[in-house]
Structures are given as structure tokens and as C-alpha cells.
């Protein structure tokens, strides 16, 4: 039987078919190659599994091809990762400008991570109701920013209620994870997307009840319009991945669509004559504060939030 992995425990899977959920195994070996990982599967993962009649569980045997996925690496042991999600079809920063003000140098650095996973990013600006109409201007500018690079842009308020329709068209039957800063709003705004809070709650508590660890893994639920919505506790951003320097350009999208124009093949877009990158900065083409997060990731400053 083929079926989605829509929770996991590190040892237990939640398997959920078209008509059940089942608990299942694992057997044998799920290995990504070149990385080694603490955990073999992760929700969003498509996997087969026969089930095992007289307990009622299931052993899973295949794991379906990704077509994406999201890591972490492992707090101790450097060399390993954990794989927080798979098959994403979207993913969600919440952020502010209000307090606690998201800086753009994090939002940058989320956009670059899901580039490099190939993952479409959106941005969702909260606390729409704190805005005065200067402040609202300053939003509009912000947006622009990454608008215009590609990345849309909503406003919301959780706490009011405003604009979550178009929140809920745009997630609409897919796989959407939902990540932000502490303090942004990300729970209220799921509690909106997620009306059926004690459905929720009591999920967490029956399996707490098996004496599983659930905090620590990326939790998956079904939308009431059709798709899954990825919550991240303890993940405030999306996985820490390396990214060779002569890459990273290409993960900013208004200098990948410019740097063949640069004179050199191997321009960093630093200091070199000819960069159509550095020409791009200078006629207000490439905001700043893009360039200086480009910077500031190439020279590895990765402490700044
Ligand atoms: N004014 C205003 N306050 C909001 C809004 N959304 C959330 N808040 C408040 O912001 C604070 C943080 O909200 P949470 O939903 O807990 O934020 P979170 O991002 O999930 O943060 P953690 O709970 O720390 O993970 C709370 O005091 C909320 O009441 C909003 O749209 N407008
Ligand atoms: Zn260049």
C-alpha cells in the first residue's frame, strides 16, 4: 500500500492512506547518498508498507523518489542531519515589521535556503493591524523589495483575522511549511489556518500518550480546503546547509539573471571590473539591502539574525 508520512517519532511513522492512518515501522535501510542522516524518513515523504494483521501496524519497505527536501543539521554531531520535511510545494516565512521586527537580513538568508532546496518561497507579513498609514507605506516598500525579485508578498493580521482568506487560497492543495522567528505571529496564524485546535491538541497528546517524543519533529496537517500545512517547532528557520561561495549568487535571483553579463566567469560580484552585478547595485537595479546580505552570507557572518 502506498501511503504519505504525515507524522513522524524518529521509530514510528503516521501513514496516511486515502481511507486510514497507520502506524508504521520501518524495514531496512533508507539512505540519501553523501549525507548521513538521524532520521531516515520525514513527513511529506510517499512510501509502500504491508501491514502487519494481528497488530494492526505496518512495516514500511520503499521510499518513494523525493522531488525535494529540507535538512538540519543534527545539534551535536556535526556530520549528521536530520531531515526536518520532503516534497514541498511552498514555503511560508512569517515575519513583521512590528515587534519583534524580522530583520532582512534573515528573511534573505531563508529565501537563499529554499533556493537551494528548490523550494517556491513566499513571505507573510503580520500584525497588519499595528500599522499606521507611514507604516504602511514602509511595508509597501519592503514588499516591493521582494516583489519585484519574485517572492510574494501577503499582509495579514492573525489577531484580526484579515487577509487569511487569500492566505488559505494560496496554500489550497498544497504541501506548505510554515516557518518564523519566535514572536512573529506564526502560531496565531496557524491557529487561523487550523480552526479545528482540539483535533490538534488531542493528536499530540495520544501519541505523547505512547511515550513519544513529538516536540523535536516537524508535525504535518491536513487543511479543511484540501493540502497539508508543516508546523516547525523549534525550528526557527529553515536547515543550515552549506553553500559553496561560487554558488551563492545563484541563489539570489536578480544576480543569477545577471551574471552571465558579468566580464569575468568567475566573478564573486565583489570588487571586480565589469560585474554587472556591482552595475546593478549601483543604478538601484539590485536593492542594497539584498547585496549586503549576499555579502554578508558570502563572508560567513552567520550569527547576524
Ligand atoms: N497586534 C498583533 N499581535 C499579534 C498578531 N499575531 C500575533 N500577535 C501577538 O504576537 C505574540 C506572539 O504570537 P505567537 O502566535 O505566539 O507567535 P509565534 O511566532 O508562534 O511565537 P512563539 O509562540 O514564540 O513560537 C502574541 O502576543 C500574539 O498575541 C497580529 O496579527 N497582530
Ligand atoms: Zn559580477
Redesign the pocket.
Known sequence: MQGLVIKSTGSWYQVKTADSVVDCRIKGKFRIKGITTTNPLAVGDVVDFEMEPEQGTGVITTLRPRKNYIIRKAVNLSKQAQIIAANLDLAVL?V?L?SPRTSLGFIDRFLVTAEAYDVPAVLIF?????FSDEGLEILAEYQAIYQNIGYPCYS?????G?HIDSIQELIKDKVTLFS????????????RLLPDLELRTHQISDWSDKGMHTTTFAEMFELPQGGYLIDT?GI?ELGVIDIEKQELGHFFPEMRERMNQCRFNNCRHINEPGCAVLEAVENEGIALSRYDSYLSIYNGNDTRA
Open positions: 512569517v513583521t512590528a503580520n500584525k497588519l493591524d499595528l495579514v493580521s492573525a489577531k484580526e484579515t518564523g522567528h519566535s514572536g512573529v505571529g506564526k502560531s496565531s496564524l496557524i491557529n517547532p526557527r
